[in-house]
């Protein structure tokens, strides 16, 4: 554990990087229901500029962080008073350095600055934001590294495995390093960590099926409610493909041990089996606040209750294996991450592109896949050492996605 202030010490410095997304303002519930266990002293959004007024008036932060310049206009004066405004990108990175604890809440390749930044600091990460450690995962591994710094899923599968590995091995989960750059070496008694995925509003149906379905469609998620791209991920099982790059990077373990089931009621978050046979489960209702909650107590608790089950309303649990041939992006991404190197920083930036495409109407959803899989025979292989290295690896697959992008278009 880094060196965290312990219970009962003051309240903890967290700075929300994407505050105003759906991570950022469940963590402010978080915040609020902690009742002065945590401070906000660091608010960071794009452009939000009502509702990040409205969080600094509540919060009152030491910085608020704007990445656009006419949004920093309009909050101008509008900042309590003794709150700093900083302006542009770097002020993103500003917020990410700050405080002791740091929420990557930034959707997608995007956050990648912030998840550098923060651990190079020496904070903790509580990360919600999957891309920057799929797209960038040798950076990330080497910042890792860094005295204090440690990382602490919010992600609901990973914030479970995290949980069942430190209450079952006894130790935290990720802290045994590996060598530079690479992930954390996987402690010798787990044997398997099984993802579960909700198999999204298209479980069940057949590819033939789903050649018209619509932008509404995709985002109608049975369970969770999330940001569009997260959901239209969910929908093609391409979040779970890259939840599977992001546990090998988390705990270590190699991609044969990393099983995927689909379990429709999004109540058992994930499993690990232990080498005796025994399997740990995390079960809670779908709510993102617990996992929040859990990234930023670690290794306490918070007092209230978010996901609580209520027994007698758990009739069953299914799980079934996932339909590979009408969601190829699941194997797609096992491909890229055995791959390794740049290989799923293409993966990720394909993904977007083609998830923007769909969210815009430019292409088909089955097309998603499609141009994924176009993007990665394209594939460039190249060593990441920098950040510098993983930007260019993206441009370099968002070119070709692109491409393939206007090749399919609608």
């Known amino acids: 554990m880094s060196a965290l202030r312990q219970r009962g010490a003051g309240p903890v410095g967290v700075s929300i990087v994407g505050s105003t997304g759906s991570i950022g303002t469940q963590a402010i519930e978080v915040v609020r229901a902690a009742g002065g266990q945590f401070r906000v002293v660091a608010l960071a959004a794009g452009r939000s500029v009502e509702l990040l007024a409205a969080q600094a008036a509540e919060l009152q932060p030491d910085l608020v962080a704007v990445a656009d310049a006419e949004a920093a206009v309009e909050l101008k004066g509008r900042l309590p008073a003794g709150t700093e405004l900083a302006i542009g990108p770097q002020a993103l990175l500003d917020a990410a350095g700050c405080a002791e604890i740091v929420l990557n809440g930034v959707v997608g390749f995007a956050g990648l600055p912030v998840t550098v930044t923060a651990l190079r600091a020496g904070r903790r990460l509580a990360l919600a934001n999957k891309e920057s450690l799929i797209a960038g995962a040798p950076v990330v591994q080497a ?119 689909v379990h429709p009621q999004s109540i058992v978050h994930s499993m690990v089996e232990l080498s005796d046979g025994a399997t740990i489960a995390q079960l809670s209702m779908p709510d993102m606040r617990l996992p929040i909650g859990y990234a930023l107590a670690y290794p306490d608790r918070l007092d209230h209750p978010f996901g609580s089950l209520d027994w007698s309303q758990v009739s069953r649990l299914d799980f079934e294996p996932p339909d590979l041939d009408t969601f190829p992006c699941l194997r797609l991404a096992y491909q890229a991450g055995r791959a390794g190197g740049s290989a799923p920083a293409w993966l990720n930036a394909a993904n977007e592109v083609a998830v923007t495409a769909f969210l815009e109407g430019r292409i088909a959803w089955p097309a998603i896949a499609d141009v994924v899989a176009a993007t990665l025979d394209g594939y460039d292989a190249s060593e990441l050492v920098e950040i510098e290295d993983v930007l260019a690896a993206d441009a370099a697959a968002r070119r070709i996605a692109a491409a393939a992008v206007a090749r399919r278009g609608r």
């Open 143 to 261: 910042a890792r590294a860094t005295p204090g710094a440690e990382i602490v899923p919010v992600d609901s599968e990973h914030c479970a495995v995290h949980q069942c590995l430190a209450r079952s091995l006894g130790s935290d989960p990720g802290a045994e390093p590996g060598a530079a750059g690479s992930p954390p070496a996987a402690h010798r008694s787990l044997r398997r960590i099984v993802l579960t995925a909700s198999g999204g509003p298209f479980r069940g149906r057949r590819a033939a099926e789903l050649a018209g379905v619509t932008v509404e469609q995709a985002l109608a998620h049975p369970t969770w409610q999330m940001g569009p791209k997260i959901t239209v991920d969910s929908s093609t099982l391409m979040n779970k493909g890259l939840e599977v790059i992001e546990a090998h990077e988390l705990f270590g373990v190699g991609y044969d041990a990393i099983e995927v089931v």
